[in-house]
């Protein structure tokens, strides 16, 4: 999602092409571990209404209170690029498609079917589905959603970047039809479309126009419609006339809680139905151990953030390919998971994470874990010995206490094994001023996360290895890999990368990708270190609580 002061933010910027989002985009979507603390404390308050509310207790008949320490800092689905708004604008809003439950799998939701696309991947004419109303009575149709796409393009909020860089027009073509057409081929461009602030909104309710914003109210065409938005609760309450399957419960109160701590002592005494973002590892850890005695229920869930090493080319000895390699072999994911997560986690071996059929282990199969007498041999061969050691420094945000925690588990694996051959310091510094100067190159290595804008694998791989303008000997000079701090530049994978984003045959496309994979284990620009695993705690007799693929817990399955 961003950069401001926003959640998303600092992890991603632009990624197509300009600096629209440093390092952190969507940064979508979010991780339980410690930078969701960050994501709360950098957050603006978003509510415009300054309702004071008291405590909710969980007993409100069919109605369900999740707790969350996650403020919205605006509602207005053309300007909502954190968490905390996302979520909240996925469960009341609907979007031309959607995912399959449990899957990365795109469904129709608006629209009737999948888009029929030209034979050049640049038109996608969308039949759009009749009988739908927007919450304030409005009905829909491809006007409106025309009206909807050109107000995210047009008014400028933080994630409007996203089909910026690729649509050129958008045109109701029928009653029932839409018409979008990119400015060059894009294969992953339906899966944009299922970015939560691409949903369809009510042109009675909103403006075009820069900056005309709606921040503290939201009239869309979901299951839920937005009835209180205050300081420390938001409310949804079902829309009596949803076109689709109706909510399994009477509503939702989500209470905001001040702190990870109140949030786990307002679950253990069922003061909230659920316990939703953001608590800690230790806390997670302890309602674990609570679920197995059967004091509450556990759902765990396959996450989509990813968290990595950023190695810069033009820092040494980091210009040495061999050195790059040999850190990657030390690498012991096992004890980073256990020490740092306390296995909250699943090691990862490749930028592409394991929800994606495309993924391939190529760290695991090249370097494996602690691969000690690897990591000393490719360094004596780089001329490194204990009388000339590779001295390396290590950056992460002084927010992020899982960075942290992993570079100082990577620094004790090296100061316990490499005999002296291979030394790391360790530097935290500011959020803002970390995620500002990772693209000035100022970090040799850097550790931190990325929180997808899409479910699609183009989206950890093009916005940081590709380089439109570099060279071989001076590395990236503009582009996505100098954004993310590696500087990274190969004619080879810049090519791939345009093949992969052109390629609408899903079985070709997977093997431009594992090709990918194979040159970055080989290049090692990025080190991947583990892939997020989703926690969410519901109190005992409460079914259908589960996490979508994209991260958000689904509200209208939740029933008492």
């Known amino acids: 999602m961003n950069n401001s002061t926003g959640c998303k933010i600092l992890i991603f910027k632009n990624r197509f092409s300009s600096l629209a989002k440093s390092l952190g985009g969507m940064g979508k979507f979010f991780c339980l571990f410690g930078l969701c603390l960050f994501l709360v404390i950098s957050c603006g308050k978003g509510s415009q209404t300054t309702v004071s509310t008291t405590k909710v207790a969980s007993g409100n008949g069919d109605r369900i209170t999740v707790g969350t320490t996650l403020r919205p800092r605006t509602l207005d ?81 933080k994630p409007s970047f996203l ?23 894009f294969a992953a461009f339906p899966a944009l479309l299922a ?36 300081t420390d609760l938001v409310r ?39 316990a939703y973002i953001s608590l800690e590892p230790i806390q997670i850890k302890t309602l674990q151990e609570s679920a197995k005695k059967g004091d509450w229920q556990a759902i765990a869930a396959q996450g989509s953030a990813v968290k990595f090493m950023a190695l810069n080319r033009n820092q040494k000895p980091l210009d040495n390919a061999a050195v790059r390699q040999a850190i990657a072999a030390l690498i012991d994911r096992s004890i980073i998971n256990q020490r740092v997560l306390y ?80 030394q790391f310091e360790i530097n935290p510094v500011e959020s803002a001023t970390f995620f500002k100067d990772i693209s000035k190159g100022l970090y040799p290595i850097s550790i931190f996360d990325w ?60 093997k431009i990708f594992t090709e990918i994979q194979a040159q970055v284990a080989i290049d090692v620009p990025y080190i991947p270190l583990w892939q997020s695993k989703d926690y969410v705690f519901a109190q005992n007799g409460l079914k259908g609580v589960q996490l979508d693929p994209s991260q958000f817990l689904i509200y209208k399955t939740i029933q008492k």
């Open 77 to 157: 689905p053309a300007d909502a690029y954190e968490v905390q708004s996302l979520v909240l604008v996925y469960n009341m809003s609907d979007r031309l498609y959607t995912y399959k439950s449990g899957s990365t799998e795109l469904k129709p939701q608006l629209a009737t079917a999948l888009p029929k696309v030209s034979p050049d991947g640049l038109t996608y004419t969308i039949p759009i589905r009749q009988g739908v109303v927007f919450h304030d009575g409005t009905p829909f149709n491809a006007k409106a959603m025309e009206f909807s796409i050109q107000r995210f393009l047009q008014n400028g909020g």
């Open 163 to 185: 089909l910026k860089d690729v649509v050129d027009s958008v045109k109701a073509t029928s009653e029932q039809e839409l018409t979008i057409k990119l400015k060059k081929p």
């Open 195 to 230: 970015f939560p602030g691409v949903c369809a909104v009510s042109p009675q309710a909103y403006e075009l126009g820069a900056g005309k914003f709606q921040p503290s109210k939201f009239v869309g065409t979901g299951p839920y419609k937005l009835t209180q938005y205050g």
């Open 236 to 274: 949804l309450d079902v829309f009596d006339k949803y076109w689709g399957e109706k909510p399994l419960n009477q509503g939702i109160n989500w209470q905001i809680l001040s702190s990870p701590a109140n949030l786990f002592n307002a679950f253990r005494t069922k003061a909230v139905d659920v």
């Open 343 to 422: 296995n909250q986690a699943e090691a990862l071996y490749s930028m592409v994470p394991t929800t994606f059929n495309v993924y391939k282990p190529v760290f695991k199969e090249k370097y494996g874990d602690g691969n000690i007498n690897q990591a000393k041999q490719l360094l004596t061969a780089a001329g490194f010995s204990q009388s000339n050691p590779a001295k390396i420094q290590i950056w992460h945000s002084s927010t992020s206490p899982t960075s942290a925690s992993a570079a100082q588990t990577i620094k004790a694996i090296a100061d316990k094994n490499m005999e002296g051959i291979l």
């Open 451 to 510: 929180y997808p804008d899409f479910l699609d694998p183009d989206n950890y791989i093009q916005p940081f290895l590709e380089c439109p303008k570099g060279s071989l000997a001076n590395g990236c000079e503009e582009g996505a890999s100098k954004t993310q701090g590696s500087f990274y530049y190969n004619p080879k994978v810049n090519q791939l990368i345009a093949q992969e984003r052109q390629e609408q045959n899903p079985k070709n496309r997977q």
